[in-house]
């Protein structure tokens, strides 16, 4: 289990029930009073609230109350130990086994604490010895974490009941669970965030820009004091491809990719203030090695593009945030939500081999950037091809195969605007034939020029 650094989380302890028999003099328990049920605070954490959780099962005279107290066992604000006591002096007569003869049901604690620092883990326990409350685990000190004071029907003389945790996991001395402490998600270009993704035949992870997952751990990073961003799930660092260079380092277009943590320079990221801040604000992520910036491909909003480095330019692709933990989830900081487009594909419904023909593309409303990949069926069609200033794409291709062919144009989307897919234009390729038709239900051959009057000059 993993919770981000100052995000608050509740967990809950629930007391077995305890068997109530006879005493050795074949008295039967009468009455329970001053039931005291104690769990330590975990250290490096921060007390939100402690509530009594559930609906006890067994009639007490009086509701439970939770206290915060300190290892002498009075009220602290400040203490250590949290308290759920029953019968206690002045708040009622406990508990009549009569009532409810053969077992005692305590309710549970739900207990809401904020984590520490990133890289910690937190180990709720029962009360147990530490150096500031020593005796918690002795047998029969008043410390133990149960205690209670029982009356026999007859006699009526009291009798001390302590239970302590022993040193082993069975009875209680040891964490009951471990929590590790983990930093937020980074969040970019439409709010989504970074996280490694397998790629088929590549043994290298490598860091994609995908939708936001409250609470999955491959979306959460510690950024360390060496300047790294480590992955809880995997403890590997963000990285860069060694992929050429250029005369400002790493070339532009290196893909950022997860590796384990060696502490070379392209492991090494600087933040703008406003990256952590509390702000609105988004900020730059630097790689050490070569002062570039940690940057979107071709600025595209979908889920699954990948990450690469650039030279900073300070553009929507490159503002990045890594808030406080406790502003995830809900309020997670956002870019503004991208309005929806559509892609209109144009171009021959007949081809013939070995003949330059063209296909364009608009997308509407003008998004003012992003890519358009033509594709044969799931083959690219060359390489992605920016939308002009109009929102227009165009290119010119030679079927070398006869057949139908399904053509489709993607949109890559950019900030502020969604990702579409044009509907398929089916082309009839022949080895032989004259002409083409230009989708517009013409029988003049195709043009290599512009696609201009197929959308409007």
Same mark, same amino acid.
């Given at each position: 289990?993993?919770?981000?650094?100052?995000?608050?989380?509740?967990?809950?302890?629930?007391?077995?029930?305890?068997?109530?028999?006879?005493?050795?003099? #074949?008295?039967?328990?009468?009455?329970?009073?001053?039931?005291?049920?104690?769990?330590?605070?975990?250290?490096?954490?921060?007390?939100?609230?402690?509530?009594?959780?559930?609906?006890?099962?067994?009639?007490?005279?009086?509701?439970?109350?939770?206290?915060?107290?300190?290892?002498?066992?009075?009220?602290?604000?400040?203490?250590?130990?949290?308290?759920?006591?029953?019968?206690?002096?002045?708040?009622?007569?406990?508990?009549?086994?009569?009532?409810?003869?053969?077992?005692? @049901?305590?309710?549970?604690?739900?207990?809401?604490?904020?984590?520490?620092?990133?890289?910690?883990?937190?180990?709720? /326990?029962?009360?147990?010895?530490?150096?500031?409350?020593?005796?918690?685990?002795?047998?029969?000190?008043?410390?133990?974490?149960?205690?209670?004071?029982?009356?026999?029907?007859?006699?009526?003389?009291?009798? &001390?009941?302590?239970?302590?945790?022993?040193?082993?996991?069975?009875?209680? %001395?040891?964490?009951? +669970?471990?929590? =590790? $402490?983990?930093?937020?998600s980074v969040f970019g270009?439409?709010?989504?965030?970074?996280?490694?993704?397998?790629?088929?035949?590549?043994?290298?992870?490598?860091?994609?820009?995908?939708?936001?997952?409250?609470?999955?751990?491959? *979306?959460?990073?510690?950024? @360390?004091?060496?300047?790294e961003f480590r992955n809880?799930?995997?403890? =590997?660092?963000?990285?860069?491809?060694?992929? %050429?260079?250029?005369?400002?380092?790493?070339?532009?277009?290196?893909?950022?990719?997860?590796?384990?943590?060696?502490?070379?320079?392209?492991? =090494?990221?600087?933040?703008?203030?406003?990256?952590?801040?509390?702000?609105?604000?988004?900020?730059?992520?630097?790689?050490?090695?070569?002062?570039?910036?940690?940057?979107?491909?071709?600025?595209?909003?979908?889920?699954? $593009? *990948?990450?690469?480095?650039?030279?900073?330019?300070?553009?929507?692709? *490159?503002?990045?945030?890594?808030?406080?933990?406790?502003?995830?989830?809900?309020?997670?900081?956002?870019?503004?939500?991208?309005?929806? @487009?559509t892609t209109v594909l144009?171009?021959?419904?007949?081809?013939?081999?070995?003949?330059?023909?063209?296909?364009?593309?608009?997308?509407?409303?003008?998004?003012?950037?992003?890519?358009?990949?033509?594709?044969?069926?799931?083959?690219?069609?060359?390489?992605?091809?920016?939308?002009?200033? &109009?929102? =227009?794409?165009?290119?010119?291709? +030679?079927?070398?195969?006869?057949? @139908?062919?399904?053509? /489709?144009?993607?949109?890559?989307?950019?900030?502020?605007?969604?990702?579409? +897919?044009?509907?398929? $234009?089916?082309?009839?390729?022949?080895?032989? %034939?004259?002409?083409?038709?230009?989708?517009?239900?013409?029988?003049?051959?195709?043009?290599?020029?512009?696609?201009?009057?197929?959308? #409007?000059?």
């Open positions: 289990m993993s919770v981000a650094r100052g995000q608050e989380f509740t967990y809950r302890i629930q007391p077995d029930p305890i068997t109530v028999v006879k005493n050795p003099s #074949g008295e039967t328990i009468a009455r329970w009073i001053e039931i005291m049920y104690r769990v330590d605070i975990p250290p490096g954490t921060e007390l939100v609230k402690a509530e009594v959780a559930s609906e006890q099962t067994t009639p007490f005279e009086n509701t439970p109350k939770i206290t915060r107290i300190d290892p002498n066992g009075k009220q602290d604000d400040n203490g250590s130990i949290l308290q759920m006591g029953i019968g206690m002096r002045g708040d009622g007569n406990g508990w009549f086994t009569k009532k409810n003869p053969g077992f005692l @049901t305590f309710p549970a604690m739900d207990i809401t604490l904020e984590p520490g620092d990133a890289g910690t883990v937190i180990e709720p /326990t029962l009360r147990i010895s530490t150096d500031s409350d020593p005796d918690a685990s002795k047998i029969g000190s008043e410390d133990n974490f149960f205690t209670a004071i029982s009356q026999p029907e007859r006699s009526g003389i009291a009798v &001390d009941l302590r239970c302590a945790a022993a040193a082993d996991s069975s009875s209680g %001395g040891k964490p009951l +669970t471990s929590i =590790k $402490v983990v930093d937020s270009l439409d709010g989504r965030v970074l996280e490694p993704v397998n790629i088929p035949g590549n043994s290298t992870p490598h860091i994609q820009m995908k939708d936001f997952l409250d609470g999955s751990q491959s *979306q959460q990073w510690v950024y @360390t004091a060496a300047h809880p799930a995997t403890n =590997k660092c963000i990285d860069v491809v060694e992929d %050429g260079f250029d005369a400002g380092g790493q070339k532009n277009g290196s893909q950022v990719i997860l590796s384990p943590c060696q502490g070379n320079p392209g492991q =090494k990221w600087t933040l703008d203030p406003t990256v952590t801040d509390d702000s609105d604000a988004f900020g730059a992520i630097v790689n050490q090695a070569d002062g570039k910036c940690m940057d979107v491909t071709d600025s595209a909003s979908a889920d699954g $593009v *990948q990450v690469q480095i650039w030279d900073c330019t300070g553009a929507p692709n *490159q503002q990045w945030k890594y808030p406080p933990a406790s502003t995830t989830g809900p309020n997670k900081p956002v870019s503004p939500p991208s309005a929806a @487009t144009r171009g021959p419904s007949t081809a013939q081999t070995g003949t330059d023909v063209i296909f364009g593309s608009q997308v509407s409303p003008n998004p003012g950037g992003g890519t358009v990949q033509f594709r044969d069926g799931d083959t690219d069609l060359g390489t992605p091809v920016p939308v002009d200033a &109009d929102g =227009k794409a165009s290119i010119t291709h +030679t079927f070398d195969s006869a057949g @139908t062919h399904d053509i /489709t144009a993607v949109y890559s989307g950019t900030l502020g605007r969604t990702g579409s +897919t044009a509907e398929t $234009v089916t082309v009839t390729v022949t080895d032989d %034939g004259g002409g083409t038709d230009d989708g517009g239900g013409t029988d003049e051959p195709v043009s290599t020029g512009s696609l201009g009057n197929a959308f #409007g000059s």
